[in-house]
Every structure is written in structure tokens, then in C-alpha cells.
């Protein structure tokens, strides 16, 4: 006799029924966390201040939190549209390279006049788009995994931008390889409250329409049965082709404009940093919201508070790159258990061997 593991899609999985498999994770990656950050040398009493008080209750820590969660949320997007029709879009980085390129150059070269910063946001979305079009392409006409063409397309951008920041859109008067400071009418315009700035806005009006269009638009449905099952919807005369295409450039789209965001919001200027691992982080947060546009601004938040924690913990605590990831490791890990726990159950089948 042999037992043979399977794995079933739980239906109907009751919502307090994942609410408590996701407290109770919770709540086990926290305690990990802790007893990992307390072995390093953070004192017990310091904890609370440091992970909870500084990052989410003080006004200038939330500010922080805020602002590295606005481009967060315009990367998950990126992957959840992308996945919710099973493309695994791993080029959200290069597609935001992109978009940062194209706004940078709209504001570099003077264009558009008064509109040059709406001008520059709709160049980084369509930078976006185009750079994950071949990706798209090649997908569907050729077979051709996505995510080896997502991945080379991502490298070739990063060396267009190193050949942009070396060359022709180096800033003559810096030593270091970055462009010039944009003018004041190329700037996101902030708040006043921390660097929190007008790509919150857009970020949060991006995730509002893909919610309205995933969950009220006759668009979201065609997409659902595209993505669970692409053959039965092309049987049944439904557009398969157009909306995988439609939804794919959305993706990149949304990558590229979180690289407008970048340049235009906080760091003013194009460089070799931006956007660093959210092509990780864009798929992370998107698979903890299940690809749900209306969950990602609040797991967004929840991710960008372990980064504001763990730099701060290295600053003040002397705790070690490492150590810090292997604490914001072992929360996400629990995490993406408990979502698999609450979405499939493990069967064991006996069979007798001929």
C-alpha cells in the first residue's frame, strides 16, 4: 500500500475561519521575529517602541511608513493583475526602470509645458506598458515563458539605465552617476506631512479603479474565467486574447508609473537605486492580498513598516543586515503558510502497487 499526498482547493473557506488562521499566523511570526531580534541584543523594553510605536503610531514614523508604501502598492498591483490571469510578471523592476526613464526624460527635455508633470506620469505608464509588451506577446503567440522573457527584458533595462545615468542623462555638476534635480514643476506636490506626497493619490486611485473594474465590470468576470480556465472561455466566445493582453499592459502600466512616482515624489531625480526589489515585494504583497486590489494598500502598509523597523533597528541597535531580514523573513513566511493553510487542504490517498 502507498499513501499518495494530493492537494484540494478548500471550498468555500468560511472569512472568521481565515481571519483567525491569519491572527494566529500572525501573531507566531511576530513572537519568532522577536525572540530572533531580542537574541541580537534589542532590548525586550524597546521592542514595542521600535516596531509598532515609531512605525505606525508616531506622526513622523507613519509618514515614513506612507511613503515607502505608495510605490508598494503600484508594484503589487503590477503582479496582481498580471497573476489573477497566470502570467507571473517577474519584470515588475524593469518595467519601473522604464517608466522612471521616460518621466525622467519628459522632464529633463522640457516637454509638455504646463502638463509636463501629468505628461510625465502618462509617459512612465506607457514606458511601462511597452517595456512588458514583448513579454505579452511571446506569451501568447509562442508559448514562450514569461517569466525568462520578464526576467532578460528586466536586465536589458537596467543596462539602458546604467548607459542613461553615464551618459546622456548624467548630472555634469554631481560625481556620482544620477540626473539632474527635476524642476518644481516635475515634482509630485507633498502634503506637508513628511515626504507623504500626490503619488498617494495616485496610487490609491489606481487601486480603487482595478478594484471597480475586477469586482463590478463585466472586464473583472471575463478575466476570472480567462484566468481559471483559458480554453473553456476561448470555447464560450470569450475574448481570451484581448483581455490577458489588456490585463498584462495594465501590469506594466502600473510598474511604470510607480517608477514616475519614485522620481517624481520623493527622490527628484533619476538614479541607480530606485525601485530596488519590487519585483519581491510587488509579488509578496500581491500574493498576501490573494491579487485583491482593495487589500493591497493595507498589506502594502504592513511591508513597508518592517522595512521603516528594520532600518531603524539597524541604525539605533547596531543589528545586522541579516538579522534583519531573517526577522521580516520568518513573519512573511508564516504568513504565506497561513494563506496556503486557509486555501488548500492535503489529501492522503492509499493505493495498492500492481
Request: with cysteine; glycine share 12%; hydrophobic share 60%.
Amino acid at each position: 500500500m502507498l499513501e499518495t499526498v494530493t492537494l484540494e482547493r478548500r471550498q468555500g473557506a468560511g472569512a472568521v475561519r481565515a481571519a483567525l488562521t491569519y491572527a494566529g499566523a500572525l501573531a507566531l511570526g511576530l513572537a519568532l521575529s522577536l525572540a530572533v531580534l531580542v537574541a541580537a541584543g534589542v532590548p525586550t523594553g524597546a521592542l514595542f517602541n521600535e516596531l509598532v510605536v515609531q512605525v505606525f503610531l508616531s506622526p513622523a514614523g507613519l509618514a515614513r511608513t506612507v511613503t515607502m508604501a505608495t510605490p508598494m502598492m503600484l508594484g503589487a498591483l503590477a503582479a496582481a493583475l498580471c497573476l489573477r490571469l497566470k502570467f507571473w510578471n517577474i519584470g515588475i523592476e524593469g518595467q519601473l526602470w522604464l517608466g522612471a526613464i521616460c518621466a525622467t526624460a519628459v522632464a529633463l527635455y522640457d516637454i509638455g509645458g504646463p502638463l509636463r508633470l501629468p505628461l510625465m506620469m502618462v509617459a512612465a505608464m506607457a514606458g511601462g506598458a511597452l517595456w512588458i509588451l514583448p513579454s505579452a506577446l511571446l506569451k501568447m503567440w509562442l508559448g514562450v515563458s514569461e517569466v525568462i522573457v520578464t526576467l532578460l527584458m528586466s536586465n536589458i533595462a537596467f543596462l539602458l539605465l546604467q548607459h542613461l545615468l553615464f551618459g546622456p542623462f548624467r548630472d555634469p555638476t554631481f560625481n556620482f552617476p544620477t540626473s539632474p534635480v527635476f524642476g518644481e514643476a516635475e515634482k509630485l506636490a507633498r502634503f506637508g506631512w513628511g515626504d507623504v506626497n500626490g503619488g498617494l493619490v495616485l496610487a490609491l486611485v489606481a487601486v480603487a479603479l482595478a478594484a471597480l473594474a475586477l469586482g463590478r465590470l463585466r472586464y473583472g468576470y471575463a478575466a476570472r474565467f480567462v484566468g481559471d480556465n483559458p480554453k473553456a472561455a476561448l470555447a464560450l466566445g470569450f475574448p481570451a486574447g484581448r483581455v490577458l493582453l489588456l490585463s498584462i499592459l495594465a501590469g506594466g502600466a502600473m510598474a511604470g508609473l510607480a517608477g514616475g512616482v519614485i522620481v517624481a515624489g520623493t527622490e527628484y531625480r533619476l538614479t541607480q537605486a530606485v525601485g530596488l526589489n519590487m519585483t519581491f515585494n510587488g509579488i509578496v504583497i500581491a500574493a498576501l492580498a490573494r491579487n485583491a486590489p482593495g487589500w493591497i494598500p493595507l498589506v502594502a502598509l504592513f511591508i513597508a513598516g518592517l522595512y521603516v523597523a528594520g532600518a531603524s533597528l539597524k541604525v539605533f541597535y547596531g543589528v545586522s543586515e541579516g538579522i534583519v531580514l531573517i526577522a521580516q523573513g520568518i513573519i512573511l513566511l508564516v504568513l504565506v503558510t497561513a494563506q496556503f493553510v486557509t486555501t488548500y487542504r492535503v489529501r492522503l490517498a492509499r493505493g495498492v502497487v500492481a
